[in-house]
């Protein structure tokens, strides 16, 4: 079965085209914003043009414009190639790639959230989430703590508020790493997963 899996709800955007467990092409750009404009000719780019029997995208948390580019893209090709959707969370795919790379039982991703909050969360070996998602600010952030490993876009900025020894590794997520993913991280939820409130509120 052919996988397409779209991740563009951080800095970074990126694609990639699976046949089975076998990685048969990808693109990731860290673009910080323009996500609208490459996301389409980067699936484009692929065999095939990305057409796939399934997809796979992120839900968030992470940039409320990428999250949502992502989701419509996904959503709209489910149309067209009559292919099933499944979600997962982008903090669980940056946690699985960590834990990857670094050794331990468990880690804290913490990524650049709104507002100059972080988001925070711990996870196990596959992305399995331990802790709830937290937006926080960083002091808040400190007094929660952290796995002795942290990773995100904020690792070395939490490590730098914390005592003890912590290793931190600045990593973004990439789609092309999916497969590091925990049966059972996915589903069929494709809700955005903002981790925080909305900024607008209704009138009293």
């Given at each position: 079965?052919?996988?397409?899996?779209?991740?563009?709800?951080?800095?970074?955007?990126?694609?990639?085209?699976?046949?089975?467990?076998?990685?048969?092409?990808?693109?990731?750009?860290?673009?910080?914003?323009?996500?609208?404009?490459?996301?389409?000719?980067m699936?484009a780019?692929?065999?095939?043009?990305?057409?796939?029997?399934?997809?796979?995208?992120?839900?968030?948390?992470?940039s409320?414009?990428?999250?949502?580019?992502?989701l419509?893209?996904?959503?709209?090709?489910?149309?067209?190639?009559?292919?099933?959707?499944?979600?997962?969370?982008?903090?669980?795919?940056?946690?699985?790639m960590?834990?990857?790379?670094?050794?331990?039982?468990?880690?804290?991703?913490?990524?650049?959230?709104?507002?100059?909050?972080?988001?925070?969360?711990d996870?196990?070996?596959?992305?399995?989430?331990?802790?709830?998602?937290?937006?926080?600010?960083?002091?808040?952030?400190?007094v929660?703590?952290?796995?002795r490993?942290?990773?995100?876009?904020?690792?070395?900025?939490l490590?730098?508020?914390?005592?003890?020894?912590?290793?931190?590794?600045?990593?973004?997520?990439?789609?092309?790493?999916?497969?590091?993913?925990?049966?059972?991280?996915?589903?069929?939820?494709?809700?955005?997963l903002?981790?925080?409130?909305?900024?607008?509120r209704?009138?009293?």
């Amino acid at each position: 079965m052919r996988t397409l899996a779209i991740e563009c709800a951080t800095e970074a955007c990126s694609v990639a085209l699976f046949e089975g467990d076998d990685l048969l092409a990808g693109d990731h750009r860290v673009l910080g914003r323009g996500h609208a404009e490459h996301l389409v000719p980067m699936i484009a780019a692929l065999p095939d043009k990305g057409r796939a029997a399934r997809i796979l995208v992120s839900r968030g948390p992470g940039s409320f414009t990428g999250v949502r580019i992502g989701l419509a893209v996904a959503g709209s090709l489910a149309v067209a190639w009559k292919a099933p959707v499944r979600g997962y969370p982008t903090l669980s795919l940056v946690g699985a790639m960590a834990l990857e790379e670094m050794d331990g039982a468990d880690i804290t991703v913490c990524m650049a959230g709104g507002h100059g909050e972080w988001f925070v969360q711990d996870f196990a070996a596959g992305g399995v989430p331990l802790t709830p998602l937290a937006s926080l600010d960083p002091a808040a952030a400190a007094v929660r703590g952290a796995s002795r490993q942290i990773a995100g876009s904020r690792a070395s900025d939490l490590a730098a508020l914390l005592e003890g020894d912590h290793r931190a590794l600045s990593l973004l997520p990439d789609a092309r790493r999916v497969n590091a993913l925990a049966e059972g991280v996915t589903g069929g939820d494709t809700s955005p997963l903002y981790g925080r409130g909305p900024d607008a509120r209704l009138p009293a």
